[in-house]
T-cell receptor, first 115, second 112 residues
Framework: AQSVAQPEDQVNVAEGNPLTVKCTYS??????LFWYVQYPNRGLQFLLK??????LVKGSYGFEAEFNKSQTSFHLKKPSALVSDSALYFC?????????????FGKGTRLSVIA | DGGITQSPKYLFRKEGQNVTLSCEQN?????MYWYRQDPGQGLRLIYY???????QKGDIAEGYSVSREKKESFPLTVTSAQKNPTAFYLC???????????FGNGTRLTVT
């Protein structure tokens, strides 16, 4: 079975400070990993994905994520947070050898960036 | 996302009535998905379809039905058998493999 854990319901950070949103996963074999962002009353927007190769993945809006196989983690990071980054963030996973089975999402982490 | 249209944006129904949520895409994606979002519970998969005229149940299919008669369309019917239908419903599409999901802007259904 595939699963994703986002251990923090809420993350608060001051504008200009670095931010981290945590994600750990469980799959059989190697994973495909994704981060999405959701603004109020909107659908999810794709930020970045890890497929293979370099463990540090860069995505939209200055976000990046680091794949750590030994810790089964894929934490989302940004060096300097903006107030406009305040939103709901979702991590998702699918096993690489699972064909087209649907993504499994975490429960989301609400990021609040304070000016 | 301009390529996926969910309508209507807000929907109000009386308990006991069936209601159909529309999802149309012009991205030419094979796979389409319906998710339900409730506060604090993340996204839960209702149904998905990887090809026309075929679909599979997700984790919470009870009380819902779908059809996939055209590649572009994947309507979701919330039946009176769904015990707690009030939620935000999201439709998504994807190409096969490791492509990311593309989401519509959702339909907020309120049943009273």
């Amino acid at each position: 079975a595939q699963s994703v854990a986002q251990p923090e319901d809420q993350v608060n950070v001051a504008e200009g400070n670095p931010l981290t949103v945590k994600c750990t996963y469980s799959v059989s074999g190697n994973p495909y990993l994704f981060w999405y962002v959701q603004y109020p009353n909107r659908g999810l927007q794709f930020l970045l994905k890890y497929i293979t190769g370099d463990n540090l993945v860069k995505g939209s809006y200055g976000f990046e994520a680091e794949f750590n196989k030994s810790q089964t983690s894929f934490h989302l990071k940004k060096p300097s947070a903006l107030v406009s980054d305040s939103a709901l963030y979702f991590c998702a996973v699918r096993a690489r050898n699972s064909g087209n089975t649907p993504l499994v999402f975490g429960k989301g982490t609400r990021l609040s960036v304070i000016a | 996302d301009g390529g996926i249209t969910q309508s209507p944006k807000y929907l109000f129904r009386k308990e006991g009535q069936n209601v159909t949520l529309s999802c149309e895409q012009n991205l030419n994606h094979d796979a389409m998905y319906w998710y339900r979002q409730d506060p604090g519970q993340g996204l839960r998969l209702i149904y998905y379809s990887q090809i026309v005229n075929d679909f599979q149940k997700g984790d919470i299919a009870e009380g819902y039905s779908v059809s996939r008669e055209k590649k572009e369309s994947f309507p979701l019917t919330v039946t009176s058998a769904q015990k707690n239908p009030t939620a935000f419903y999201l439709c998504a599409t994807a190409d096969p493999g490791n492509s990311p999901l593309h989401f519509g802007n959702g339909t907020r259904l309120t049943v009273t």
